[in-house]
């Protein structure tokens, strides 16, 4: 039943903020918990875009709207599977984020929506996760490009934009955030059920 509903009633559930503040961790346990695909938006970078982000460089717009239309067609392809999808990307500018939103409503996708959660997380928490990140070699992203990151970003006014919350993150691990977002997010709750 569920599996009808979702394809009936298609959605994207991007989970957004800068780096750190924990998209792919949280896009995960919700792409779990609601059996949905992941698009972590990590691995839609050009190899040169890594490497330029490993030497310290942020990216440019230029390179982030190019970037932001390779997810939409990764997006589009679960849409064309009948499968709604859970995405993990920074969705910094709000440029950006129109242009997911715009896409879906100029593909005339009947039923089909983007809603976006904005990950709120203390720059100092922040700084603690990418320096412990870049401490383990988990992840190529520097710390030193936290301030980068928090220079680009353009968080939100949810009056003035729309299909957007913002979730405040404490202590909550993961699973725990992945809550907050779905309780933050009412109108996908007809779509869907959870495990
Ligand atoms: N709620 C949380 N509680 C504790 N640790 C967390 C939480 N969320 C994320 N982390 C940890 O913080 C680090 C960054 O998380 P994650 O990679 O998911 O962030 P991100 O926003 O996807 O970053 P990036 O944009 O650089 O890919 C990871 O080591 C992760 O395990
Ligand atoms: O600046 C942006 O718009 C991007 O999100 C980059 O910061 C990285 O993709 C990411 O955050 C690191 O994984």
Redesign the pocket.
Known sequence: MSDLLVRDRWYALIVAG??GSGKSVVAEALAREMSLPLID??DY?SREAVEQ?KSGQ??SDAY?QNWAERIIGGMIAWRRRGESVIIAC?C?RRRTRDRFRTYVNEARMVGGQVAIAWLDVKPEVLKQRLEAREAAHT?F?PAS?LSS?LD?AEPPDTKAEPSIVRVEVGTEPPDGVADLVWQAMPQLHPFAMRS
């Open positions: 800068p780096s938006a990590d970078h982000m942020p990216l982030r920074s910094l992840h992203f490009l990151q680009a």
